[in-house]
């Protein structure tokens, strides 16, 4: 039977991190799960948290700046992963997640962007998580992610694969080539990108941030985060974005930092899908590799009343 914990607000990443931080090291990480935190190896908790979900127009100016959106009446579609970044943290550092967050690396992301949403609507998300899998690297665990306005409407899911790695569990999976998408722009990705990313939202994971750090988990140097490149690609795309779709990417070589990477589009003119692309601009092999599907849109309400918090089996806080 799962577990619904309704939280009173956002949840603290400070709080989340510390506890991460914890279960990653070697000897606490040992210790036994009483004491509260993540990583005792067993099965997925049948777990799902709720909360409420308003935007601070500073921060979302703050993302847009970051990831190369136009400030409008109406959310990047991109924007609620990063609102939903801390109650997904929340979700992975519960002592019954089998795994902590710190080194976690992104696969793919899938949104379904079910109408515009505006800037001042009341919103309300809930979190889960299932999966995982066996990886040729490691365990795959997939975040959901859902929410819904203040008529009970959902407005807007979206799907994150990642993974935990570690000793090889999983055959090895064949990939297809890199699509034709003929490169149109240049972006120059800085060394910072990752703090940059991070200051907005939120996630502090340690291969994101310096090369030391992120040397610690195998990589060379820094990596981008998957949903900033994710992010900073539909933003290129935002002039002729539906007003309902879904984008699927697939993270396919981690954007070192700092690099100089492309990215182009084509748009299908029968089915309306736009396939993209962000490559290494020597190399020509893809870092991100993604489409856009239009879907038709569900109605806005003609009224956002307000209405009262679902009761749940359990309540509190995280802080």
């Known amino acids: 039977m799962t577990t619904i914990k309704e939280l009173s607000g956002e949840p603290s990443i400070l709080a989340g991190y510390g506890k991460a931080f914890a279960s990653a090291l070697p000897v606490v990480g040992s210790l036994p799960l009483p004491i509260g935190l993540p990583g005792g190896g067993g099965d997925l908790p049948d777990l799902e948290l709720r909360a409420p979900l308003t935007t601070d127009l500073n921060h979302l100016a703050a993302y847009a700046k970051v990831c190369g959106f136009t400030l409008r009446d109406t959310l990047p579609a991109t924007y609620?992963?990063?609102?939903?970044?801390?109650?997904?943290?929340?979700?992975?550092?519960?002592?019954?997640?089998?795994?902590?967050?710190?080194?976690?690396?992104?696969?793919?992301?899938?949104?379904?962007?079910?109408?515009?949403?505006?800037?001042?609507?009341?919103?309300?998300?809930?979190?889960?998580?299932?999966?995982?899998?066996?990886?040729p690297k490691g365990r795959t665990v997939t975040l959901h992610t859902e929410v819904?306005?203040?008529?009970?409407?959902?407005?807007?899911?979206?799907?994150?694969?990642?993974?935990?790695?570690?000793a090889p569990s999983g055959p090895r999976a064949e990939r297809g080539p890199d699509p034709e998408v003929p490169a149109s722009v240049t972006w120059r990705v800085p060394g910072d990108q990752g703090r940059r990313y991070a200051a907005v939202s939120g996630d502090r994971n340690p291969i994101h941030l310096y090369g030391l750090t992120a040397k610690a988990f195998g990589f060379p140097r820094a990596i981008a985060h998957g949903l900033w490149t994710k992010a900073r690609a539909v933003a290129a795309l935002e002039a002729q974005l539906p007003d309902a779709f879904t984008v699927d990417v697939e993270f396919r070589k981690p954007v070192l930092l700092p690099t100089t990477v492309t990215f182009g589009s084509v748009t299908d003119a029968k089915t309306g899908v736009t396939s993209f692309a962000v490559k290494d601009r020597r190399k020509g092999s893809a870092h991100l590799v993604g489409s856009v599907t239009p879907l038709k849109p569900v109605k806005k309400p003609r009224a956002t009343a307000r209405r009262a918090p679902k009761t749940t089996k359990k309540s509190g806080a995280t802080s």
């Open 80 to 135: 609620l992963n990063v609102r939903a970044f801390p109650v997904h943290i929340a979700l992975m550092t519960d002592g019954s997640f089998p795994f902590g967050p710190v080194g976690l690396v992104h696969l793919t992301n899938t949104i379904e962007h079910r109408r515009p949403v505006g800037v001042r609507e009341e919103l309300a998300l809930r979190v889960w998580a299932t999966g995982l899998d066996l990886h």
């Open 148 to 166: 819904s306005d203040a008529a009970g409407e959902v407005v807007w899911t979206a799907a994150s694969t990642m993974l935990r790695t570690g």
